[in-house]
């Protein structure tokens, strides 16, 4: 497994993880509970933040370690998790038009929540395509 | 004027239209304030909505299969642009009323699918936009 595929489960870990707190965010509303999810979803996402710098740098790095077939292979990923994130982002404000109602209200940290459910989709479907592209278990690139 | 550029133009002029028409249509519902049996209403709109983005989706195709190699090169770049640029807004949008009014604040529902619409029109926006300076700049270096 290459560096980039390590970075690759990392993030599809952690965003598994961030997605099902969120979850739970939304299920237990205000209380200490998605406070302390809260939390761990903000630790998370700074990890996840930095291995994308990690491999950021990787990518400066050059040749060896990022090929064009790379660069391709994380562009159709990262294709894929916008279409995901945006998809996620249109359901969830199409089901709270649909069962509030056009004339109901709602809390400003649902909105937010939303927003973060779309990003949080975005790492783990890219995650998860990079994986599928370069093979799962696979050691060579070649 | 290049099949990209014609490209450009015909969705920039797509998405505004369709954009009004979704506008009014939310600010119509919302106005009524749908609900129960109304939701039939809902479901009339959006293939209506839906059915010219299909025949826009179906048009791209056909025009981007004659693109040449400097032209996809272009379209694949100002989707990037789109894609950063349609992050930033929705970032912006969700998080700022978090940060100024917070959390526990309420907003109407119909606020968002007209965020979402805004997010769609924004991105063809850019997307068109890119395309069109792209072009410009790259005639204009001969």
């Given at each position: 497994?290459t560096?980039?595929?390590?970075?690759?489960?990392?993030?599809?870990?952690?965003?598994?993880?961030?997605?099902?707190l969120?979850?739970?965010?939304f299920v237990?509303?205000?209380?200490?509970?998605?406070?302390?999810?809260?939390?761990?979803?903000l630790v998370?996402g700074?990890?996840?933040l930095?291995?994308?710098f990690r491999?950021?740098?990787?990518?400066?790095?050059g040749s060896?370690e990022?090929?064009?077939?790379d660069?391709?292979?994380?562009?159709t990923?990262?294709l894929y998790g916008?279409?995901t994130?945006?998809?996620?982002y249109?359901?969830?404000?199409?089901l709270?038009?649909l069962i509030?109602?056009?004339?109901?209200?709602?809390?400003i940290?649902y909105v937010?929540?939303?927003?973060?459910?779309g990003?949080n989709s975005?790492?783990?479907?890219?995650?998860?395509?990079?994986l599928?592209?370069y093979?799962w278990r696979s050691t060579?690139?070649? | 004027m290049s099949?990209?550029?014609?490209s450009?133009w015909?969705?920039l002029?797509?998405?505004?239209?369709?954009?009004?028409?979704?506008?009014?249509a939310i600010l119509?519902m919302a106005r009524?304030n749908?609900k129960?049996?109304?939701?039939?209403?809902i479901?009339?709109f959006v293939p209506?909505?839906?059915?010219?983005?299909?025949?826009i989706?179906?048009r791209k195709?056909s025009?981007?299969?004659r693109?040449?190699?400097?032209e996809?090169?272009i379209?694949s770049?100002?989707l990037?642009?789109?894609?950063f640029?349609?992050t930033?807004?929705?970032?912006?949008v969700?998080?700022?009323?978090?940060f100024?009014?917070?959390?526990q604040?309420?907003i109407?529902?119909y606020?968002?699918p007209?965020?979402f619409?805004?997010?769609l029109?924004?991105?063809q926006?850019?997307?068109s936009?890119a395309?069109l300076v792209m072009c410009?700049l790259?005639d204009?270096?001969?």
């Amino acid at each position: 497994m290459t560096k980039l595929q390590k970075i690759a489960l990392l993030n599809l870990i952690l965003a598994g993880i961030c997605l099902v707190l969120q979850l739970i965010c939304f299920v237990a509303g205000v209380s200490l509970i998605s406070l302390f999810a809260s939390i761990v979803i903000l630790v998370l996402g700074c990890i996840m933040l930095v291995s994308y710098f990690r491999r950021k740098r990787l990518v400066k790095r050059g040749s060896g370690e990022y090929d064009e077939r790379d660069k391709s292979i994380h562009t159709t990923a990262a294709l894929y998790g916008l279409m995901t994130a945006f998809m996620v982002y249109f359901l969830t404000t199409f089901l709270a038009f649909l069962i509030v109602g056009p004339g109901g209200e709602l809390k400003i940290g649902y909105v937010l929540g939303m927003f973060l459910l779309g990003a949080n989709s975005f790492f783990f479907t890219e995650s998860a395509v990079v994986l599928f592209k370069y093979g799962w278990r696979s050691t060579d690139n070649e | 004027m290049s099949n990209l550029q014609k490209s450009a133009w015909f969705n920039l002029v797509g998405v505004t239209v369709l954009g009004m028409i979704g506008a009014a249509a939310i600010l119509f519902m919302a106005r009524m304030n749908t609900k129960g049996v109304e939701y039939v209403l809902i479901c009339i709109f959006v293939p209506v909505l839906a059915s010219p983005g299909l025949y826009i989706y179906c048009r791209k195709k056909s025009i981007e299969s004659r693109f040449d190699e400097r032209e996809r090169v272009i379209h694949s770049r100002s989707l990037m642009v789109a894609a950063f640029g349609l992050t930033i807004f929705l970032a912006c949008v969700c998080m700022l009323p978090f940060f100024v009014l917070g959390g526990q604040n309420v907003i109407k529902v119909y606020y968002l699918p007209l965020i979402f619409f805004s997010a769609l029109f924004i991105a063809q926006f850019v997307h068109s936009a890119a395309i069109l300076v792209m072009c410009a700049l790259e005639d204009d270096d001969g």
